[in-house]
């Protein structure tokens, strides 16, 4: 366990927690608050904070300094720059048409959904530190990692967790519209016809620059990467796979090219959308699957996503041992990470507190033994003296000792994916070393619901617009509807319903191909979660309109 001693070792007057499979939570009676999970090292509280402002920057700036994916910074700038019509630029872009448009690297920024940084402090809701001036012109996740004299630049975790809300960037939410898989697809696509010399010659780049891209191309012969379906969602379990089986099949997945059979994962799907950070405080297991039985979230997270970038294990292993710092500093902020409450970022005043609490009973009734128990300060003593939103606040949460895994009939594309190459990732040195063990799971993770009102479209694969469509018969549930960024709280969202508005409400500027999310597509469904949740035994419904409405408000004060 050299990764875990290394990581022990640095952990002066830390409490190293338990990433066993045999991990549990303290019953209600053992823990006053469950939310001391959020300083998971137990560390003093300076120290803590430190912590957490350090890993804040590991998750804007990509912190593996030795990951060979790296486009060389000043030809690449130097590139978009250029006018339109240079035989350089057409020839590079001819297939690319959506990129051929771009005048600027911040235009690739924006289309890769990268969100600005926050400009004034009322923006910056997370906190987000102050980063070097290299940083100044650059959006959440861009990241520059210099390597034997050239300048790479490459995208960190913060390119699909973070995003902005009516107004606040929020460090910990989903990106709502991430397309990192298809850019790393059209890097897949050309790699294999951009010419190093050309390169060199034509966008005035050093030979410490060329040897970058000749480095790059070369790990591209070890990625494989799928477009996911959608707008929204995430192919990198399947490029996991998918790159891992280019490989050998020993405990460092060596690099020495396969013959092998068609690989599931290029037909089947096994999309979902970026997780929120602020629940991994609540669970024992990790992803929308809980298929990671065992092990720290983030040494998994480095792992796969490295294998999806066609690192060399040996040299992955090395940097690990040699940086516990930056896992413990980047774990402490992802546990700390809080969710917005609604009336931090909408007028509070929209919340109708007595439909609210209303709906906190039909809550109690179907959902509470499945996300978790959220006592809530209206109920305290005392409680007529609390300002609103003190009133309004949850008090305590009490999730499940153990993270369980349930399955409510939602599409089981994403959770049966893992079944295609979990015994490779068990395989791999890195995770015996670290603990790591995955294990396919038949369901989902009911997720703890905290920040629930933020984080629309609901599922795992974002088939739920609101959450009056969350609270509809299946058969009436919509087809299709189209998504669009939350900017303006008037016209991009539904309050009554907590989410996208549909049909006619929908703005038109989001009515565009790549807006449309269409049901019907293989790994899209949006059945599910409704019997014995909203029926009874005998299949009749459980709620009027009005109580699903009461339950909805009562969502909104989580």
């Known amino acids: 366990m050299l990764i875990g001693a290394a990581l022990s070792a640095w952990l002066t007057y830390a409490q190293v927690p338990d990433w066993s499979s045999r991990a549990t939570l303290a019953h209600q009676n053992d823990l006053s608050d469950f939310s001391s999970r959020e300083n998971i090292y137990q560390l003093p509280v300076m120290r803590w904070r430190t912590r957490i402002t350090d890993g804040k920057k590991h998750a804007l700036i990509y ?4 990951t060979p994916l790296l486009i060389p910074y000043e030809p690449i700038k130097y590139f978009f720059e250029a006018p339109r019509g240079t035989p350089l630029r057409r020839w590079l872009f001819e297939g690319m048409q959506d990129i051929a448009k771009m005048d600027q690297l911040d235009d690739l920024f924006k289309w890769l959904g990268l969100h600005s940084y926050p400009k004034t402090a009322s923006e910056n809701f997370s906190q987000i530190p102050e980063l070097s001036p290299t940083y100044k012109n650059f959006r959440l996740g861009a990241t520059i990692i210099e390597q034997n004299e050239a300048k790479g630049l490459t995208f960190s975790c913060a390119a699909c967790h973070s995003g902005q809300l009516f107004g606040k960037t929020i460090l910990g939410l989903t990106n709502r519209f ?31 620059e060329k040897k970058m891209l000749e480095k790059s191309i070369d790990s591209m012969k070890w990625v494989k990467i799928k477009k996911p379906l959608a707008l929204g969602l995430d192919t990198s379990l399947a490029q996991v796979g998918l790159s891992l089986a280019l ?7 060596t690099q020495i090219k396969q013959t092998k059979k068609k690989h599931p994962l290029e037909t089947e799907p096994a999309d979902s959308k970026p997780a929120v950070w602020w629940n991994l405080k609540y669970k024992t297991r990790w ?45 402490t902020m992802l546990f700390a990470t809080k969710a917005p409450q609604y009336w931090e970022i909408l007028p509070i005043e929209k919340i109708d507190v007595e439909r609210a609490r209303r709906g906190e009973k039909h809550f109690q009734q179907s959902c509470q033994k499945c996300h978790g128990e959220y006592q809530k300060a209206w109920s305290s003593e005392g409680a007529e003296r609390l300002s609103l939103s003190e009133y309004l606040s949850t008090t305590k949460v009490i999730y499940h000792a153990k993270t369980p895994v349930i399955n409510v009939g939602t599409d089981p594309q994403r959770y049966q994916g893992m079944n295609y190459f979990y015994e490779g990732l068990n395989k791999l040195k890195i995770s015996k070393m670290s603990g790591t063990v995955v294990v396919p799971q038949k369901g989902y993770v009911p997720p703890p619901l905290v920040g629930i009102w933020a984080r629309w479209p609901y599922f795992h694969n974002n088939s739920i617009p609101n959450l009056c469509q969350l609270m509809t018969p299946p058969a009436e549930r919509v087809t299709r509807y189209w998504s669009g960024e939350a900017i303006n709280p008037e016209t991009d969202f539904d309050e009554e319903c907590n989410g996208y508005p549909l049909g006619d409400k ?47 408000e009562f969502l909104k004060t989580l």
């Open 247 to 253: 490989r050998a099949d020993d405990e460092y997945a």
């Open 178 to 208: 991430p397309r990192s898989n298809e850019f790393f697809l059209y890097g897949k696509t050309g790699s294999p016809y951009v010419s190093p010399e050309l390169f060199h010659l034509g966008l005035k780049a050093t030979v410490a």
């Open 63 to 66: 912190p593996i300094s030795i």
């Open 287 to 331: 992803l929308s699957d809980g298929s990671i039985i065992s092990g720290n979230p983030v040494f998994t997270n480095f792992l796969w996503n490295e294998i999806g970038r066609g690192t060399n294990l040996h040299e992955l292993e090395s940097w690990l041992q040699n940086h516990p710092k930056v896992v413990e500093e980047l774990t």
């Open 506 to 552: 929908a703005p038109e500027s989001w009515k565009t191909k790549d807006h449309l999310y269409e049901t019907k597509i293989k790994g899209l469904s949006n059945q599910g979660h409704y019997e014995r949740i909203f029926t009874d035994a005998n299949g009749q419904e459980k709620y009027t309109k009005t109580e699903k409405r009461e339950l909805i």
